[in-house]
């Protein structure tokens, strides 16, 4: 809380290059580069990093295999190529994985017909990852006993790539990154509208915990409000090429269902993917695809009625899902880029393809669209257009993203191994904490080891099966702008994905983390989160505070 507070009183103690108005995947790639590049950033967001869109994707880097259908092939070889460059530069968290598909009897296009289409997708993402391989629906069955084949045609494997930990997690390590390179940052702050005066813009600004409001100048302003894109630009008359659409996108965790650890891929009853993506020791599925009008939206009992019911049609389970099953929800909606105020398309045809509005007089830039796999593209692309504008970046070469080198991995290796790091793994845990934390913090992960060195204890998990340790908690509390407790569960950790609300609240080691991450306001934080996970499930148990030893 002590850092979001200090740069509070820092968003109106200068005149920045440039003021970025949302901190979604868009935004903090461009805080990211433009600060490495020697810019001054200011970045703000009404919510918490990462708070919408960016934080329910289907945690999926894919190179767009479905645009090939769409003819969209330059589109799709940027995306594959945007794909190798995320997974050489985030080896560590940017992953591999197979992705094995079934094709239903009827289908549009026989299986051999979809599969020279994955073996030409594999061609343009420069042999990057394992060949395709075609497979009778027979094999599928042998692959994964799981999956129904009693109206399979076939199908084939092909690999794409994955997010290791969740995508709210990757955003803020960008954040993160735009921190350490001089950004002034933070959330829960609103910008109520913006206006050029003598050349500079004034943007009134209110902090959303105090109620207080101040202003914030810059010469440039970057609207990344993702789906809210449209709605500010409206506000302070911005006129732009593009506007959005918006497709909502659900997904329900519910505990693992494979025995494989590989996205099982098919195509919903009405036509479109529909994936079943392992999380560890639990399993996401979906996604809708439904086009909304308003960008907040909900998940309805026809959204999980529609998710549950077709992966009880293309898995054979030992018994069918139900609601009761669901042990957590992720939706938000997808912006998609379309020209003109109002546009329409083929909705079927849209694709996540960006776009950047930029009003050269007024010095500001509009991002619309966009996708994870994209998101360094993006960050270069609004750099050489903060340029164009006569904003100088001094060091306009450097690089700004990627893990740390591996002279650094290796010191955290050799460091962790002298504490006996690994040796602390929990026995039902997957991966080795050396490994983890490393995924998770980079050359940071030293600050945690410094923690557990002190006093090993911090080693603990503070909640079983949630592989988050006390002193990941106690980084968090310093370094990564907890305002609620929502924003550890869900965007800093993905603890309240794999874990049921009454779960969490009905544990001693959530209370404890309220008290590390809030201090004196400790109980105020967790009575506020308690109390709105009751109104969904009034007759939960919840466990009572007592104090730390």
Not at 28 to 57: E, P
Request: proline share 3%.
């Amino acid at each position: 809380m002590i850092l979001r507070e200090t740069n509070i009183k820092k968003l109106s103690a200068e005149v920045f290059d440039v003021l970025v108005i949302g901190a979604g995947i868009n935004g903090a790639v461009s805080a990211a580069s433009l600060s490495r590049k020697g810019a001054s950033v200011a970045m703000i967001d009404k919510g918490d990093f990462a708070g919408h869109t960016s934080s329910n994707s289907s945690n999926l880097a894919w190179g767009g295999i479905k645009y090939l259908e769409n003819h969209e092939y330059f589109l799709v070889n940027k995306l594959c190529k945007s794909r190798n460059h995320l997974m050489r530069s985030y080896p560590s968290t940017v992953q591999e994985i197979r992705f094995l598909t079934t094709l239903q009897k009827g289908f549009r296009f026989p299986a051999w017909f979809v599969f020279m289409g994955t073996c030409m997708y594999w061609i343009m993402g420069r042999f990057f990852t394992q060949m395709p391989i075609l497979l009778s629906a027979k094999k599928i069955r042998e692959a994964e006993p799981a999956i129904n084949i009693s109206n399979a045609q076939g199908g084939f494997e092909y690999s794409d790539a994955f997010l290791h930990d969740n995508d709210a997690r990757f955003v803020f390590n960008f954040v993160r990154s735009s921190m350490d390179n001089g950004a002034i940052v933070t959330n829960y702050v609103g910008a109520l509208g913006s206006e050029k005066v003598d050349g500079i813009w004034q943007t009134q600004a209110i902090d959303g915990q105090s109620g207080k409001v101040f202003t914030i100048q810059s010469k440039a302003i970057i609207n990344a409000c993702g789906p809210m894109v449209d709605k500010y630009n409206d506000e302070i008359k911005q006129q732009t090429e593009h506007s959005h659409l918006y497709s909502k996108g659900v997904h329900l965790i519910v505990d693992k269902l494979t025995k494989v650890d590989k996205v099982l891929a098919f195509f919903a009853s009405d036509g479109r993917l529909f994936f079943v993506i392992p999380m560890g020791q639990k399993t996401c599925i979906g996604t809708t695809d439904n086009q909304v009008e308003n960008p907040m939206t909900s998940v309805t009992e026809e959204d999980r009625d529609f998710i549950l019911d077709n992966v009880n049609a293309l898995l054979n389970l030992p018994k069918p899902l139900t609601r009761d099953d669901i042990i957590s929800e992720r939706w938000g909606v997808r912006p998609l880029a379309v020209k003109g105020a109002g546009g329409t398309a083929d909705w079927v045809a849209l694709s996540r393809k960006h776009a950047v509005d930029v009003n050269k007089e007024d010095k500001y830039l509009s991002i619309f669209g966009g996708k994870l796999t994209d998101c360094i593209n993006v960050g270069e692309e609004v750099a050489d257009l903060v340029e164009d504008l006569g904003i100088s970046l001094p060091y306009k070469d450097a690089i700004w993203y990627g893990e740390s080198s591996l002279e650094i991995k290796k010191e955290f290796e050799y460091r962790a191994g002298l504490i006996g790091l690994d040796d602390m793994t929990p026995s039902y845990s997957s991966e080795k904490l050396t490994v983890r934390l490393w995924r998770r913090y980079d050359i940071h992960a030293l600050q945690i080891l410094d923690e557990i060195q002190r006093d090993p204890s911090q080693a603990e998990q503070l909640m079983r099966n949630a592989e988050y340790l006390r002193a990941e908690v106690h980084y968090a509390a310093r370094r990564e702008m907890i305002t609620n407790l929502e924003d550890f569960l869900r965007r800093r950790s993905k603890i309240e994905m794999v874990l049921r609300k009454t779960e969490i609240i009905n544990t001693q080691g959530i209370i404890e983390a309220c008290q590390i991450l809030f201090g004196d306001q400790a109980e105020q934080k967790r009575k506020e989160y308690v109390d709105k996970v009751l109104q969904d499930y009034p007759d939960a148990p919840v466990a009572q505070p007592r104090a730390i030893s």
